[in-house]
């Protein structure tokens, strides 16, 4: 029974990996920064609309993926949206957006 269950577990973690996730990390070489979001979040869907709308592609890493979420806490950051650019944590949509639009060409 436990060996059924730690093979539910791995792939419960690996299934978690959405659609988008899989799209960014195909795209990541073409972008150094890396937005942590979750789905159900209004300031994490605010951010992903500027950015679809403003043609910037980043990494984008779901928190609701638990190695993901183990990231973005061992960074200090315990909410999303959260951007980090070339090592640079910014956190909050509106601090997000207006990173994005003043350095517009680091993410193009």
């Keep these: 029974m436990l060996k059924y269950l730690s093979v539910f577990v791995l792939f419960f ?6 659609a988008q996730d899989m799209y960014s990390q195909q795209h990541s070489s073409e972008s150094s920064a890396t937005l942590y979001y979750n789905t ?3 300031h994490c869907k605010t951010v992903i609309k500027y950015m ?7 990494q984008m890493k779901n928190t609701s993926n638990a190695a993901y979420r183990a990231e973005l806490n061992s960074m200090g950051q315990r909410g999303v949206p959260v951007l980090v ?4 944590t910014i956190a909050g949509s509106t601090s997000i957006i207006n990173y994005l639009k003043q350095n517009q ?3 193009r």
């Excluded at 679809?52 to 980043?58: G, P, Q």
């Excluded at 650019?85 to 640079?88: A, D, I, K, T």
Aim: glycine share 4%; proline share 4%; hydrophobic share 40%.
């Design 52 to 58: 679809n709308a403003n043609n910037i592609v980043v």
């Design 40 to 42: 159900k979040c209004p």
């Design 105 to 107: 060409n680091v993410l």
């Design 85 to 88: 650019v070339n090592g640079r």
């Design 13 to 18: 973690c690996f299934s978690s990996i959405s």
